[in-house]
């Protein structure tokens, strides 16, 4: 945190330098024009034009030479504004200040999900927001999937793993990959404050849709062969009859010229729109690819592996746009209509340009999607690589076989979205499939905090990221929560009918045959209803969890359930506790084993001023 405050405060002065250059520079631009203006006057008006001409010629270089330096400082005032911007960014996700933290993609309306919005994953104030440093849509979308993954796929997590280290050490390398990415736009000054800030996020798919839009024009080859073959003709007779005069034949040949170069004009007419089309989404990519294409990747080979699309010197992007932009220079004739019109009489101009064209856009669908694919999956693990290297206490997982004695135990792990200063951290251990930790506790003591800071942290080590832990070692599981159930005007469902759905799709979910066992978090079982029925359904539904497939915690108020533990080999109470001090509730947050033996739903009532008696108060 020291450093980034003090690579601010050196930006800072940076910027302040160059305002003063910027300033100097449009005076000193100001002079030239006035004083060439007056000295170009003059000079014309005592000695005639040849001496005015080259005084002229003199202020005219000095003035383009001030431009030129003048826009050098705007390009450097802009990329420094940015990798301030960026270096602010880190410094607000280390400290949790969320107003400063940019936006990520909203989170979708319809979405149905096992645990997303119970563990914060997504949303607002989530574990997304926190991490997504992505500049394109998808490199945001692709974090977000892997953090949501309901079945972990343990080849992938060890492959994004290996990738997350090796590029956690490159801050740099990082911090370029979201500084080209921005500055690619020509309005760059608008593509910064909109790209740092989180919005309007790249789109990148766009330019695959009109790609794959494009349709190949199977006419273009035959009719340019037919075409050059008719201007070589047409060109050697017409030489021939102004060296020997034999006449007109040249039009003998250059009449079927025309019928056919006018019947190509359909498919060679959009040539310079898709051309510019296509150079400009390869401009705004040229800057991230170009970082991609340069960059030494020594001591690294993992991450080289997964750069090499920009590696091979035929097919590497900046050859891909050389090409388009001749084709633009080439097709930008038309803008010229004399010079166009003589052009194509002579030589089928157009029609090479079309097919010209044609064979990029054919080989940029194969190629821009593995170097897109490349870009977003970069993205997306910068992302959890930023999250390491601004979390040096944070610690990768250690994945367990199916075999191994050890099926998840953690030692001081703490929830990734409280701050360092104040966060609290516990160690849990579960021994064997079947377990359940049934966790008892007043109201504000932590309970439902616990429950998801062990599944974000699952969500955080499945994505390939470090964890808030001191040591994990865990199987791979499959993740189930019911902690914030809401119920559903759109589709009729009370509270209580939603609740009873989600619980049945866990019950569901622990029973399925499967290779990946489930890791289920309950947070008050059945709040929807009375307590009598509470209490008799949240019993039963304990004992069909108990034994099965998987492991989990459930957050409870009814003390009565503790007393399953009695019946169910599997079941450990544990409890947060809560004290008074001063006329102040305090809690440590911390796990201790056995029932809770305390409640303070009546202290809270009454510190809060509510008209609860003392003799009712003692009777609890």
Known sequence: MEALERQVRRLDQRLAHLHQQSDRLIRWRLLVFLLGTAVSLYTLWQYGPWLWGGISAIFVIGFAYTVRQHRHIDTATTQHKIWQQIKQMHLARMRLEWDAIPETLPVPPDLEHPFARDLDVIGHRSLHRLLD??????????????????TPNPEETAVRQTLIRELTDLSSFRDRLILHAIIGDEDKETEAATAVSGHNKWPGQRLLD????????????????????????????????????????YLVSWIPYAIIAALQIRQTAPLFEDASFLADGLRKLQAIFHLLETYHYSGRPHLRNLCAPFLDEEKRPSTQLHRIS??????????????WL?????????????????????????????????WYQLEALSSLAHFAYLNPAAQYPEFTPVDSSILFKTQRIGHPLIPTATRICNDVQFAQLGDIFLITGSNMAGKSTFLRTLGINLCLAYAGGPVIAQQLQTRFFRLYTSIQVADSLAHGFSFFYAEVRRLQAMLTALQQPTAVPLFFLIDEIFRGTNNRERLIGSREYVRALAGGFGIGAIATHDLELVKLADELPGLGNFHFRDDVADGRMTFDYKLHPGPCPTTNALKIMRLAGLPISQSAYQAN
């Open 133 to 150: 440093t992505a500049v394109s849509q998808q490199g945001s979308i692709r974090l977000r999937d892997w953090l949501l993954e309901t």
């Open 326 to 339: 001749r084709i633009i220079a080439g097709a930008g004739i038309r803008f010229n209509p004399a010079l």
């Open 210 to 249: 009109w790609l794959n839009q494009q349709k190949p024009a199977p006419t273009l080859r035959p009719a340019l062969i037919i075409l050059s073959l008719l201007a070589v003709s047409n060109i050697t007779l017409l030489l021939l009859d102004i060296a020997r005069g034999i006449g007109p034949w």
């Open 342 to 374: 003589l052009l194509n009489t002579l030589l089928p101009w157009d029609s090479y340009f079309a097919y010209r064209m044609n064979q990029a856009s054919a080989d940029l669908q194969t190629l821009l999607p593995n170097w897109l694919d490349t």
